[in-house]
């Protein structure tokens, strides 16, 4: 008896060619049709009953439906602070039986597709999302068309979802009043970018520690660089190439801070001697630069861990309150920071 050959099941591509429209487009007449034109919604509709689109993928579980896997949104999977966060992830997913996808946003335009795909074909029962800087509309007016979400490390407070975080402004504040303490009179802050709110908060606590001490803000003492080691290092060219230099500098990452160490050290600066420095987030890396560096510690496993047990509680039908959930941080004093030259 000859056997018929199963086809493939029809994907949102298909249906964008069938329709003569782009997969952007097929995916907001499905999710949010009253924002594309009646003829677009019907050219879409009559698309996906020609090609047998069907919007429940078939690794669903349909007895229970659900498909026991969760999406988590990663600003760059490449910075190593994620990686115990993720580990904090994955342990308490697996414990549930919940199968946990990564996606990196640092690849958002190649990547935005497949993360709506996921969501409008239902084959994630939640999201966690560890940065603001998302590739879809995650507004509060959207999110009814939305899985389940919960943020965890930044902090969005426009988005009303549930947040597992640290207080970023008390514990930056915090490290530049060690350096004050230690008598440095003038600290450089080399910043993440501007429009993410950890950095806005990490920043308003470095101007409260110098204001509350009685010290000017001067701009030029301020440099912007984006997480990378190369920004660091560049930020530390600038900064030092100044009429009055600083003695000290307070970084929004460890990865920025070893970037500023190398730079310093190659301009024949000795650390903590002639400059000090103090990073932020306490990756492994952080113990075993030379000098072992001073940095904010934050519990990176239990942000994780907390942020799936909050969208567990919401996938089990629990009422999970919009807020802030907030860990404790803590400063690790090593060998990178010491007294300024007399």
Partial sequence: MEHKKELPAATMKDVAEQAGVSTATVSRALMNPEKVSASTRQKVDQAVMAVGYSPHALSRNLKRNESRTILVIVPDICDPFFADLIQGIERTAAESGY?????????????????????????????????????????????????????????????????????????????????????????????????????????????????????????????????????????????????????????????????????????????????????????????YTDPPLTTVAQPRFQLGRQAMLLLLEQLQGNQVQSGSLLLDSELVVRESTAAPKA
Avoid at 237 to 246: F, G
């Fill in 99 to 287: 199968l946990v996808l990564i996606g990196d946003c640092a690849q958002q335009n190649q990547q935005e597709k497949t993360f709506i795909n996921l969501i409008i074909t239902k084959q994630i029962d939640g999201m966690l999302l560890l940065g603001s800087d998302l590739p879809f509309d995650a507004s509060k007016e959207e999110q009814r068309n939305l899985p389940p979400m919960v943020m965890a490390n930044e902090f969005a407070p426009e988005l009303e979802l549930p947040t597992v975080h640290i207080d970023n402004l008390t514990a930056a504040f915090e490290a530049v009043h060690y350096l004050l303490k230690l008598g440095h009179q003038r600290i450089a802050c080399i910043a993440g970018p501007k429009h993410m709110p950890l950095c806005q908060y990490r920043s308003q606590g470095y101007v409260q520690a110098l204001r509350r001490n009685g010290l000017s803000v001067e701009s030029q003492l301020s440099v912007h660089g984006d997480f990378s080691y190369e920004s660091g290092a560049q930020a530390v060219t600038e900064l030092m190439s100044l009429a009055q230099p600083p003695t000290a500098i307070f970084c929004h990452n460890d990865i920025m801070a070893i970037g500023a160490m190398f730079q310093a050290k190659k301009m024949g600066l000795r650390i903590p001697e002639d400059l000090s420095v103090v990073g932020f987030d306490d990756i492994k890396a952080s113990q």
